[in-house]
């Protein structure tokens, strides 16, 4: 244990792997939740703007989950590594939050095991990059 503990890289690489679980149920909101005719009811501006920031934060999520899960062994050897693993702590931490505490009343109940597994790996998320910027930060 305190090997595992010892050496902490192996903890944004695993986060960074875990981005792309939420990959299907990124594919699949627009589906599950309803938004085709949601967005038929949006002028064109509008449905543009909500696509091309959803796009965004697909992009970002998978290009940050790339970009940690590559980086193994390299990232917390420094203090932008251990920074950026402290940012998306904060980040995924948000996203849990707003999974659990907004979204948790209001998610239709047809899909309430995506509602928890969402939960859970925001939750994951966190801790990892938390511990990871912990534990990096006393070794680096």
Same mark, same amino acid.
């Given at each position: 244990m305190k090997q595992l503990l010892d050496n902490a890289d192996w903890l944004p690489t695993l986060a960074g792997a875990l981005h792309f679980i939420q990959l299907p149920s990124m594919l699949l909101a627009r589906r599950i939740l309803g938004w085709d &005719?949601?967005?038929? &009811?949006?002028?064109? $501006?509008? &449905?543009? $703007?909500?696509?091309?920031?959803?796009?965004? $934060?697909?992009?970002?999520?998978?290009g940050l989950g790339l970009l940690v899960a590559s980086s193994h062994g390299r990232l917390l050897q420094s203090p932008v590594g251990v920074g950026l693993c402290v940012f998306l702590s904060v980040f995924w931490a948000y996203r849990g939050a707003v999974q659990l505490f907004v979204y948790g009343s209001i998610w239709p109940a047809s899909s309430r095991v995506?509602?928890?597994?969402?939960?859970?790996?925001? $939750?994951?998320?966190?801790?990892?990059?938390?511990?990871?910027?912990?534990?990096?930060?006393t070794v680096a």
């Open positions: &005719r949601d967005f038929a &009811r949006l002028s064109p $501006i509008k &449905r543009g $703007i909500v696509l091309t920031i959803g796009g965004g $934060i697909l992009l970002c999520v998978l995506a509602h928890h597994a969402l939960s859970v790996l925001f $939750i994951v998320l966190t801790l990892a990059y938390a511990a990871a910027a912990l534990l990096g930060g």
